[in-house]
């Protein structure tokens, strides 16, 4: 009895961490990232003063993903011109404002909206639509969905990006959604 007792015993550890096993996705090729304004809203609660908290309090949050060049031309053959892209990889791009904005001299209620961009060479119209929770650009229609569009240059850095990014920068009467990649730069001012 002691014997059964102890094989049944070791039958069931071996077998316990199958029977309890999770399948979890490998890591994707396009891992999603956050970009805030303010830079350090989302280490807040570590501030050492209220004054610093205040200071820290989020007006903009920024979700997206982050593809790689991986050697390819991005814009012109990946990213071609002319065709709309979701500004990333997988997901459309989201941005939550958590206030009242002005994009261009269109106010924008505080909420969440998708980001799209009518790619060229020289100059970007950047959308944010309505249409939340979006697989790519595919059925991304401006005219249907869209509650305000900006036109950007696109300027040329020295340096390439090999994976997509997206910052956000003070200036004096707002902020600037920085996005770039490969070695193409666009700027979208965000008043507040």
């Not at 209220?50 to 982050?66: F, K, Q």
């Amino acid at each position: 009895m002691k014997l059964f007792t102890t094989l049944l015993f070791l039958v069931l550890f071996a077998a316990a961490p199958g029977l309890f096993a999770q399948e979890f996705p490998d890591l994707d090729k396009s891992p999603m990232d956050m970009a805030y304004y303010p830079p350090r809203a989302a280490f807040r609660s570590f501030a050492k003063t209220p004054e610093e908290r205040v200071a820290d309090e989020p007006v903009l949050r920024v979700i997206y993903s982050r593809p790689a060049a991986k050697g390819r031309a991005v814009f012109g053959e990946l990213v071609k011109y002319g065709e709309m892209w979701r500004i990333g990889a997988n997901e459309a791009t989201e941005i939550t404002f958590l206030r009242d904005v002005k994009i261009g001299d269109q106010p924008i209620k505080a909420g969440r909206y998708t980001m799209y961009a009518m790619v060229n060479e020289k100059e970007w119209t950047v959308y944010f639509s309505l249409d939340l929770d979006m697989w790519g650009q595919y059925s991304f229609k401006p005219e249907a969905s869209s509650v305000t569009a900006i036109t950007v240059p696109v300027t040329t850095t020295k340096e390439a990006m090999e994976l997509l990014g997206i910052v956000c920068e003070k200036v004096a009467d707002g902020a600037h959604v920085v996005i770039g990649w490969e070695n193409k730069v666009v700027r979208v001012p965000i008043q507040f």
